[in-house]
């Protein structure tokens, strides 16, 4: 039964304060289209601050988000390493934008986990050295799914 999977991706985040919902710091606030030229990587997903919601409130904060890889369905190093593949020779870049802006940079791993069968989490040298040069973080959001009478509903989000 092969439906747990795994995608990887790439984010830039404003840094900020929780105070009612997450809010940038004045200079975390960034110009997506900026990140798009200044690394010349198209993002699959971006928001500048105040940016409208699909439910009418407002970001307060600035994302964007590339280099998405579902590579090998169970095979988070193979993605991570694809994801990585095209931001390795813009460490300047990455680097220059980070002293620009109060940001974060964040390479995400989404695994969907059905039942008990789990992906391979792992990670090599070129990927820790990446996120070393960078100063990228590694956030795991994980959904787990039971396998029971074909109900699947979402049990538990870290």
Not at 89 to 111: G, H, M, S, W
Not at 134 to 142: E, L, Q
Not at 143 to 156: A, D, H, S, T
Request: hydrophobic share 35%; net charge negative.
């Amino acid at each position: 039964m092969e439906k747990t999977n795994s995608y990887t991706y790439f984010a830039i985040k404003s840094n900020g304060q929780f105070d009612n919902g997450f809010i940038a710091y004045e200079k975390g606030i960034f110009a997506p289209q900026e990140l798009t030229h200044t690394l010349g990587i198209q993002p699959f997903s971006y928001w500048a601050y105040g940016d409208k919601r699909i439910d009418g409130s407002v970001y307060r904060f600035s994302a964007w988000s590339a280099e998405k890889s579902e590579a090998g369905r169970l095979d988070v190093e193979a993605q991570c390493k694809e994801t990585i593949r095209n931001l390795k020779n813009k460490i300047p870049q990455l680097l220059q934008i980070k002293e620009r802006y109060d940001v974060n940079f964040i390479l995400t791993i989404v695994p969907s986990i059905y039942g008990d069968e789990q992906p391979w989490l792992s990670f090599d040298e070129e990927i820790i050295k990446f996120c070393y040069l960078t100063g990228t973080t590694i956030d795991v959001d994980m959904y787990i799914y039971p396998l029971e009478n074909g109900n699947e509903e979402v049990m538990e989000r870290s």
